[in-house]
C-alpha cells in the first residue's frame, strides 16, 4: 500500500472529483451530510469557515494497493484501511468522506478531509511525507499486504513529460551501471542513449557532492531519478563493479598460475616414477647379477637422494601457497 497526499484550497473541485468517477461509489463518511455532492461540499465549506485563515484546509489522500491483492480487497477491508491509517496520520476529530474507484487495474480508494478540525484548529502537516512512508509500511506489514519495488507498478505509457523521460533515464541507468567500472566509461555507455551527465560541485571546490543527468531537453537529479541513482550510490557500485573485476581477474590468474604449478608437479612426479621404476630394475638387475649383500654406502646414498626430492616438492608446495 503506498499513499499520495495533496494539500488543496478548495473542496468542490475535489469533491465532485472523487465521486463523479466512473463507479466510484463512497464507502463511509464522517461530519458531513451525504444528500448529494452539494450537500457533502456545503458541509466542508461550513467547518472550513472555522478557521479562514487557512489557505490550504483540504487534504486529499490516494491510497493505492497491489493488483495482487485485489481478491482481499473488499469494501468493508479497504474502509477499515483508510480509518487506521487516518488514526496513526493524526487526522482525527474532522469530517472527511472514503470513496472507492474502480477506473483502474489496482485498487485505490480516495480520502477527502478537512485539515480544520471540529474545534476549529489546523491539522498539522508537520513531517507528513515521512510519518506517511512509515505508517504505509507498518499498515502493509500488519495485514501482509503485496510490497512493491520502487517503480514496479507505474504505468508507463501514461505518463507525460517530462516523467517520461525520467523514466527512461532510469531504465537505461539500470541497464547500464552493473557493466560499468567507472564515471568515465558510464559516461561514454549514457551518451549512446543520448543522456548527458552533469557533476555539481560544493561551492567552488572540487568537490563532487551530486549528478544531474539529461535528456531531450529536460535534466534531473540522480536522487530524483530514484534513491539508487544519487551520485554517492551510483559511484558505491561503480567501486563494487570494480572490486570485483579485480577479483576476477585474480582468481583467474590464481588459476592459470595454479594450473602451471599442477602440470609441474605432473612432470615431477612422472620424473620421479621414472626415477623409482628405474632404482627398481636396477636393483632387480643387480640381485640377479651380483652377490646379495648390503652395500651400507649405497643405501645412504638412496636416502640421501629420496630426501632431496622430498625437499624439492616441499618447497615448490610452499611456493605455491
Known amino acids: 500500500m503506498i499513499a499520495k497526499i495533496v494539500q488543496g484550497r478548495g473542496f468542490r473541485g475535489v469533491v ?23 450537500s457533502i461540499i456545503k458541509s466542508f465549506v461550513a467547518q472550513q469557515k472555522l478557521n479562514p485563515k487557512i489557505a490550504k484546509p483540504v487534504a486529499h489522500i490516494s491510497l493505492d494497493f ?24 493524526g487526522y482525527r476529530d474532522t469530517q472527511y468522506i472514503i470513496v472507492r474507484h474502480h477506473d483502474t487495474d489496482h485498487p485505490h480508494i480516495h480520502i477527502v478531509i478537512n485539515r480544520i478540525d471540529n474545534n476549529g484548529k489546523r491539522i498539522s502537516d508537520q513531517n507528513e511525507k515521512l510519518r506517511n512512508t512509515r505508517v504505509c509500511m507498518e499498515l502493509t506489514k500488519k495485514y501482509g499486504l503485496y510490497i512493491a519495488s520502487g517503480k514496479e507498478n507505474v504505468k508507463e505509457h501514461r505518463l507525460k513529460e517530462p516523467d517520461k523521460t525520467k523514466y527512461e533515464i532510469y531504465h537505461t541507468l539500470k541497464s547500464v551501471i552493473p557493466n560499468c567500472r567507472n ?42 531519478i530514484d534513491r539508487a541513482c544519487s551520485f554517492s550510490k551510483i559511484s558505491y557500485q561503480l567501486y563494487l563493479n570494480e572490486k570485483i573485476h579485480r577479483n576476477e581477474s585474480q582468481h583467474h590468474s590464481e ?41 651400507e654406502n649405497e643405501a645412504e646414498f638412496l636416502r640421501a637422494e629420496a630426501q632431496r626430492r622430498r625437499k624439492k616438492k616441499d618447497n615448490q608446495y610452499r611456493h605455491r601457497l
Open 16 to 38: 465532485n472529483y472523487v465521486l463523479d468517477k466512473d463507479h466510484s461509489h463512497l464507502l463511509y463518511a464522517e461530519g458531513v451530510r451525504i444528500k448529494d455532492k452539494e
Open 66 to 89: 497491489s493488483v495482487q491483492d485485489k481478491h482481499r480487497l473488499s469494501d468493508q477491508f479497504m474502509a477499515g484501511m483508510a480509518l487506521e491509517y487516518m488514526k496513526k496520520m
Open 183 to 224: 564515471w568515465k566509461k558510464l559516461k561514454a555507455e549514457l551518451l549512446q542513449s543520448g543522456i548527458t551527465i552533469e557533476f555539481r560541485k560544493n561551492g567552488n571546490t572540487d568537490k563532487i557532492q551530486g549528478v544531474r543527468f539529461g535528456r531531450n531537453g529536460y535534466e534531473f537529479n540522480g536522487s530524483k
Open 255 to 295: 588459476s592459470d598460475q595454479t594450473n602451471q604449478i599442477n602440470q609441474q608437479d605432473n612432470t615431477i612426479d612422472i620424473a620421479s616414477g621414472l626415477e623409482s621404476a628405474a632404482s627398481v630394475l636396477g636393483g632387480l638387475f643387480d640381485l640377479l647379477n651380483t652377490p646379495n649383500h648390503y652395500d
